[in-house]
Antibody, heavy 119, light 106 residues
Framework: EVQLVESGGGLVQPGGSLRLSCVAS????????MTWVRQAPGKGPEWISY????????SYADSVKGRFTISRDNAKNSLYLQMNSLSAEDTAIYYC????????????WGQGTLVTVSS | DFQMTQSPSSLSASVGDRVTITCRAS??????LAWYHQRPGKVPKVVIY???TLQPGVPSRFSGSGSGTDFSLTIDSLQPEDVGTYFC?????????FGQGTKVEI
């Protein structure tokens, strides 16, 4: 089955860190560009980071730049998001997502992992 | 900051109605626009990409048009399963900004 499965979410105190993981299966992970998207409660999706297939090209939204780090291990079919200096504004469901072949849409989403930043 | 502005923010229509949602980009993005449908409690799913290409498996009552800065998503003959929120997203460059969403109700 073609799928993405995230893990690593949870409750963290302001200023804390979390590392999210996403394991891909059912497709050639190492040939796809990948994305992290988050969605705060009751809000629309927010694109937060991108990584190309070999991990060389990386980009971040201004809201997370300098605090979050995206990475991947193609040998393990895995995508990661290291999140530091977390604040309440980072509370959201975090989705791992696959970019379509034409780099023109997200064509596969994980089910998401909830990150709650609260004291 | 780059903005993707959708209108209306919400709408209510009847089964069988034709519904149109618009998305305006603050700068030209060519045809690099995708539309997603998100049902309550579910993950978004792509409906249209490259402004007018129907994602395989999506019913043909969905169509998209536009280029540059102005885009639209049309649902011919609205069905009960079409309720939810629709988001546009630009894909020409990073950041790949989403619109704020249009909630469709019956």
């Amino acid at each position: 089955e073609v799928q993405l499965v995230e893990s690593g979410g949870g409750l963290v105190q302001p200023g804390g860190s979390l590392r999210l993981s996403c394991v891909a299966s059912g497709f050639m992970f190492g040939t796809y560009e990948m994305t992290w998207v988050r969605q705060a409660p009751g809000k629309g999706p927010e694109w937060i980071s991108y990584i190309n297939s070999n991990g060389v090209l990386i980009s971040y939204a201004d809201s997370v730049k300098g605090r979050f780090t995206i990475s991947r291990d193609n040998a393990k079919n895995s995508l990661y998001l290291q999140m530091n200096s977390l604040s309440a504004e980072d509370t959201a469901i975090y989705y791992c997502a696959r970019d379509g072949r034409g780099s023109d849409r997200i064509d596969l989403w994980g089910q998401g992992t909830l990150v709650t930043v609260s004291s | 900051d780059f903005q993707m502005t959708q209108s209306p923010s919400s709408l209510s229509a009847s089964v069988g109605d034709r519904v149109t949602i618009t998305c305006r980009a603050s700068q030209g993005i060519g045809d690099y626009l995708a539309w997603y449908h998100q049902r309550p409690g579910k993950v978004p799913k792509v409906v249209i990409y490259r402004a007018s290409t129907l994602q395989p498996g999506v019913p043909s009552r969905f169509s998209g048009s536009g280029s540059g800065t102005d885009f639209s998503l049309t649902i011919d003959s609205l069905q009960p399963e079409d309720v939810g929120t629709y988001f546009c997203q630009k894909y020409n460059d990073v950041p790949r900004t989403f619109g704020q969403g249009t909630k469709v109700e019956i």
